[in-house]
């Protein structure tokens, strides 16, 4: 499907910015990227908690809300549901169960990419919200890094815990937080860092990269003039300078098709099919509400071909 990683990553950082880290099963299932929250679970940074989902769809039929319930086969507990098309259904429990994110696993992959491992270990100071990674110099100067999530709507626990554990002016914070949020609230002399900009996932955790400019206040946090495709997998919109764009069920289909031709052309026939529209349709009553992003993003002959332009194409190992 290509490169996972940095979408695993950006809805990784969502999801811990989530009530409770949780995300139902039929939300990971109809996503359209299954291997994205598969590889989080091979991590462990995601996992199925004990907790039954209200309402699934039904796996077989993908037609209405079904209640999953445990059920017993000797020793054994199981997981079905009753489907008014399907009747009794068999449920695994990837598919009954709430999913759910491991903020503490984050925590400890930052602990082991920042080198603090084993001389610091990791600390949970704010219930399910900040944890202590370690102190480390940047420049003679001693500092104390954190990792953080949900922390705009903790902040006066998180100022506190801050005070507790780090000199004054000498905490970082890496987190999936808000900036522009934290920077308008009681935490704003504080140094924030999304995890984002400094974090690469890979096979056996995060890789941490310019650090080091944050810190120093050379690099901005919040200000972006990327342009790409990066978030369409996980917020359904388009990076223009910086600015989202919003994109339609179908126009996110249109632009699937053309990613997983990983920059090769596609004609109007398969992406008929795909969108399930005519094979003569216009293609102008397409794009006339996304003018901005087709212009940026996709290019077209006059045989009926479409392809991704070659900057916005995911490269593999992202």
Not at 60 to 83: F, K, L, S, V, W
Not at 187 to 205: C, D, E, I, W
Request: net charge neutral; hydrophobic share 40%; charged share 20%.
């Amino acid at each position: 499907m290509g490169p996972i990683n940095a979408p695993a990553l950006t809805e990784l950082s969502r999801l811990l910015e989530q009530p409770g880290h949780q995300i139902f099963p039929d939300a990971v299932w109809v996503s359209g990227q299954v291997e994205v929250f598969k590889k989080l679970r091979d991590l462990e940074a995601l996992s199925l908690t004990s907790e039954l989902s209200t309402g699934v769809l039904c796996p077989d039929c993908m037609n209405g809300a079904i209640q999953p319930e445990h059920t017993a086969h000797g020793t054994r507990i199981g997981i079905r549901a009753y489907c008014g098309e399907c009747g009794w259904v068999q449920l695994s429990r990837e598919r009954a169960c709430l999913w759910q994110a491991n903020p503490a696993k984050v925590a400890e992959w930052l602990n082991l990419a920042l080198g603090l491992k084993p001389r610091h270990s990791v600390t949970e100071v704010v219930k399910g919200v900040l944890w202590h990674l370690g102190e480390r110099e940047y420049k003679r100067h001693r500092h104390s890094l954190f990792f953080g999530c949900q922390i705009a709507v903790n902040q006066a626990y998180v100022g506190k815990a801050l005070n507790q554990y780090a000199a004054p002016g000498a905490d970082v914070t890496i987190t999936t937080s808000d900036i522009a949020e934290l920077q308008q609230g009681t935490l704003n002399s504080r140094v924030f860092v999304p995890l984002g900009a400094v974090a690469q996932l890979r096979k056996a955790g995060l890789v941490i990269e310019n650090l080091e400019s944050y810190v120093d206040g050379l690099a901005s946090v919040v200000a972006s003039n990327e342009t790409s495709l990066r978030l369409m997998e996980t917020k359904r919109v388009a990076l223009i300078d910086g600015n989202e764009f919003p994109l339609s069920p179908q126009v996110f289909k249109f632009l699937k098709v053309l990613l997983e031709a990983d920059g090769d052309e596609v004609h109007k026939r398969q992406i008929a099919k795909a969108l399930d529209i005519p094979e003569n349709f216009r293609f102008a009553d397409i794009k006339k509400r996304h003018a901005d992003v087709f212009n940026t993003f996709v290019d077209l002959d006059k045989k009926g071909n479409f392809w991704v332009l070659p900057d916005y194409v995911f490269v593999e190992g992202g």
